[in-house]
């Protein structure tokens, strides 16, 4: 059954081939949009990548610069085919060469479809990659002579002042690590001592957060030491006075950026992905409208169009079953290479 079947007089198919060629060589700007799309998500978690504890994030930005550079491609062809498509000498060139191109330009636009898919569905895997890299990251924030580690305080303070942000889920996670260099205390003290001694593990901890969780919007000095203490500070209630640090965790903050950024960017993505559809679409409205017109004299007939010669399962089968059957045909000469010799029969007396 023939799907979309639509009539195509000489001057629909010259307004169809004009319109084509525009939309095409859009639709390359869009594909280098996609791939400039890509590189900013991709540097953009590059820049995090001491606080996350995986890369599977880097999927989406990875497979959106992949389509980016495929459009290009693909659309680059489209526009020359679009030139030669009122042509009946030229046109026939392409004929060998369409049904192979469709079904490569068909794949990269789903995989575009999925990349934008994936942009949305992918909060959870960056929500437990944060969550283990800012661990981590509280957690070696003291190593400052540790090769590897130097630059983790730098970057855990940068961090928490550029997105205003304390801890991993709040300030309170700071109380469970010591982020105190030991090189920095003194352990002539009584009260180093006791506190090392009171912690099963010989750390030295404090209900104090670093100086970048100080919020310098507060009109009262940062107390970033002794929180909990309502003694030790005048004037000051810790369940009720509103603390003059950050509240918010940084994996909330961090998850909040990322998942806005990936939003608009499959936002944009979408829009790349129909406008690439849109050209396919039209690409196989005037290829099969100009079949007609090979080998005919008379190029300003009247000649029909259509988007599937066949159903849409009888199509999706005629393009897999050749894949399935080459697939099936290598698995088989794989396991009849792998199994042994037959041993030479002894020859009977």
Request: charged share 20%; proline share 4%; glycine share 6%.
């Amino acid at each position: 059954m023939v799907v979309m079947k639509m009539k195509f007089p000489f001057q629909k198919r010259v307004k169809l081939a004009q319109g084509l060629w525009l939309l095409s060589w859009g639709a390359t700007v869009a594909g280098a949009l996609t791939f400039s799309l890509g590189c900013i998500l991709k540097t953009e978690l590059r820049r995090r990548a001491e606080v996350m504890d995986n890369s599977d994030i880097h999927i989406v930005p990875n497979t959106l610069m992949i389509v980016g550079v495929a459009s290009l491609g693909i659309n680059y062809f489209a526009s020359k085919i679009c030139q030669d498509a009122l042509d009946a000498g030229r046109f026939p060139r392409w004929k060998t060469f369409l049904k192979p191109y469709f079904a490569i330009s068909s794949f990269f636009t789903v995989l575009m479809l999925l990349a934008v898919i994936m942009s949305y569905v992918m909060k959870g895997s960056l929500e437990s990659s944060l969550k283990v890299g800012l661990r981590n990251g509280l957690r070696f924030y003291k190593d400052t002579d540790t090769p590897g580690r130097c630059f983790q305080k730098q970057n855990i303070d940068r961090l928490q002042m550029e997105f205003q942000c304390c801890g991993n889920s709040d300030f309170k996670d700071w109380f469970e690590v010591q982020w105190i260099s030991n090189r920095y205390l003194d352990f002539s003290s009584k009260e180093v001592k006791d506190r090392v001694k009171s912690n099963v593990d010989g750390r030295y901890l404090v209900d104090g957060v670093p100086f970048s969780c100080c919020n310098p919007s507060s009109p009262r000095p940062c107390i970033q030491y002794q929180i909990t203490n309502n003694s030790a500070h005048y004037n000051y209630e810790y369940q009720t006075e509103e603390l003059n640090i950050y509240l918010r965790g940084c994996r909330e903050a961090l998850l909040n950026y990322y998942m806005g950024l990936m939003n608009t960017i499959g936002g944009g993505v979408l829009s790349v992905f129909l406008l690439q559809g849109s050209v396919l679409v039209s690409l196989r409205f005037l290829q099969t409208s100009m079949e007609a017109v090979a080998g005919n004299e008379n190029t300003e007939i009247e000649t029909e169009g259509y988007l599937l010669e066949k159903g849409v399962k009888e199509t999706i089968k005629e393009y897999t079953d050749p894949v399935l059957k080459f697939l099936l045909l290598k698995n088989q000469v794989e396991e009849d290479s792998s199994d042994p010799a037959p041993a030479d029969v002894p020859a009977t007396t």
